[in-house]
């Protein structure tokens, strides 16, 4: 969690200099490959030029860090129609907006719910989720993942 907080304070500034703003970073393992994911956008979406044009500065300034010991892929680019929420804000941003959860159900499996994002509260970290029949309350630290369901 460290790099993706070093690096989320490195490149926003630069990304909003540029005119777009910081979605999110997320630093993670893939079999045995390093990924660093920074995901960002603007009013309207991004288009391949705004991805090209902020590839090289994100890569220089990322070369030139030392709390990140190996990177194998460096990614930039828009978090899509379907993005991941994972921070307060982006829960707050999307109240109102359809979602999908995917949470551990019974035996390992997965389950997975659909409905509109009614509340996000901050200090007990839950969501709530109103499905065609009820009105769900869940910990956002116990779904595997969250993402907006256009």
Known sequence: MMIEEKTR??????????????????FEKEGAMNYLRILFDKDGGLNDEDCAQMITPLNQL????DFIVHIDIL??????????????????QNIGNPIRVMKRGDKGK?????????????????ISLKTETETIVLDVKNCLRINLDF
């Open 9 to 26: 304070a490195l490149v926003e500034p630069l990304l909003t200099e540029a005119g777009f703003a910081l979605w999110d970073v997320i």
């Open 62 to 65: 990322m070369d030139k860090q």
């Open 75 to 92: 990614e930039a680019g828009s978090p899509g129609l379907t993005r991941r929420l994972r921070h307060p804000g982006h829960f707050t």
């Open 110 to 126: 997965t389950d997975v719910i659909y409905g509109t994002l009614e509340t996000y509260d901050p200090g007990a970290n839950q």
